[in-house]
């Protein structure tokens, strides 16, 4: 069973991976419970002779699968951070060890009610059972260790994935920032070396490659940083209107996923209108979601087919799609004049930084 992305509102925070699922989860104990019903149902099929299902077999075999399987699940999840510590091999073998444990326990008292062959009775009926508990639960871990290391794998190559990605944003974004310095040299020449060092801020924050998710506080700077420069040169031509919700601080998003939307805001809104125009960033949570909006005037024809908007368009979904699914959106509509961007997440957040990462 994969991991899965944190729940809505579940803060983000580095896991110690195990190949066992967390059987404290509802939806865990749910899946195992469901499947050992099923081969419950396949034994009863199996075992009548006269009728497709012995209903009677099904019923008292069905109870006593169940409650082995809670009670596994129990002792597992009590002893997970425990057993987390071993080797992969230790832990199976713990684990199989509790699972003949406690199939012994209740096989003491339901032998004699689900034996289904008056021939067999006693231990030898308990080994019969045994036997087939350590078969199933070496064939279930090693199931689970299959999906552990096909999990791992899969986020190993999204990392890869999301690197290459960055990466590709980083250049451009370097590119359009030193023309606008540049731009400024011969004219303001202090205000283009105030550019400078928040160019070189800005891009201490962004080189950080190792941090998939940051928070949208982060973001917001960063983005303000790149905005500052870009202020400098456009003048009163480039208007802001900020409108972030509170409490959205520590929203976890990719890093690098708003800057690039403000620049095809200003290069592509902005940039060809002589009288220039206003960028709105908007931002507010809606159920187990929340919302970022970027809206500028609506950009003309040529400018909607600049194919460096696509690229940071596919980029970005690319992004979100490894690392949040089909939860998160980013889609782009226009009406009245007004070209609009949103980009929706899921309601995560990220721990607040440490005082060692703030200095």
């Not at 600049?306 to 889609?331: C, P, W, Y």
Request: charged content about 20%.
């Amino acid at each position: 069973m994969p991991n899965r992305p944190p729940a809505p509102g579940q803060p983000l925070t580095d896991r110690t991976e195990f190949f066992v699922p967390d059987l404290c989860r509802v939806r865990a104990v749910f899946m195992l419970l469901v499947t050992s019903e099923l081969m419950v149902l396949l034994l009863a099929v199996m075992q009548s002779a006269n009728q497709w299902i012995d209903w009677n077999y099904f019923g008292l075999l069905s109870l006593f699968v169940q409650w082995t399987v809670l009670t596994s699940a129990a002792l597992i999840c009590t002893l997970r951070p425990w057993l987390s510590q071993l080797t992969t091999a230790r832990a199976s073998s713990v684990i199989t060890v509790l699972v003949l444990l406690d199939v012994f326990a209740f096989s003491l008292f339901a032998d004699n009610v689900l034996n289904p062959d008056p021939g067999i009775t006693g231990w030898q009926a308990i080994g019969k059972k045994l036997l087939a508990a350590a078969i199933i639960t070496l064939m279930v871990l090693r199931y689970f260790y299959l999906q552990s290391q096909w999990q791992q794998q899969r986020q190993a190559e999204m990392q890869a994935r999301l690197t290459a990605l960055q990466a590709r944003i980083q250049p451009h974004f370097l590119f359009n920032s030193m023309n606008t310095i540049a731009s400024l040299i011969s004219t303001r020449p202090d205000q283009a070396e105030d550019a400078v060092l928040d160019l070189s801020e800005l891009f201490r924050a962004s080189l950080r490659t190792q941090d998939r998710l940051i928070s949208l506080e982060e973001e917001l700077a960063l983005c303000r940083r790149y905005l500052m420069i870009e202020s400098l040169r456009l003048g009163d031509r480039l208007q802001l209107d900020w409108q972030i919700a509170p409490g959205l601080e520590r929203q976890a998003i990719p890093p690098l996923t708003l800057q690039p939307l403000l620049e095809n805001a200003i290069y592509h809104g902005i940039q060809p209108n002589p009288q220039g125009g206003t960028v709105r960033i908007e931002g507010y949570r809606r159920g187990a979601s929340v919302y970022i909006l970027v809206q500028n005037p609506k950009p003309g024809e040529d400018q909607r087919r600049h194919s460096g908007n696509r690229m940071a368009m596919d980029n970005i979904q690319s992004r979100l799609l490894a690392l949040f699914g089909e939860t998160a959106v980013l889609k782009q509509s226009h009406h009245d004049g007004i070209y609009t961007v949103t980009l929706r997440l899921p309601r995560q957040t990220v721990p607040a930084p440490s005082r060692a990462r703030t200095r």
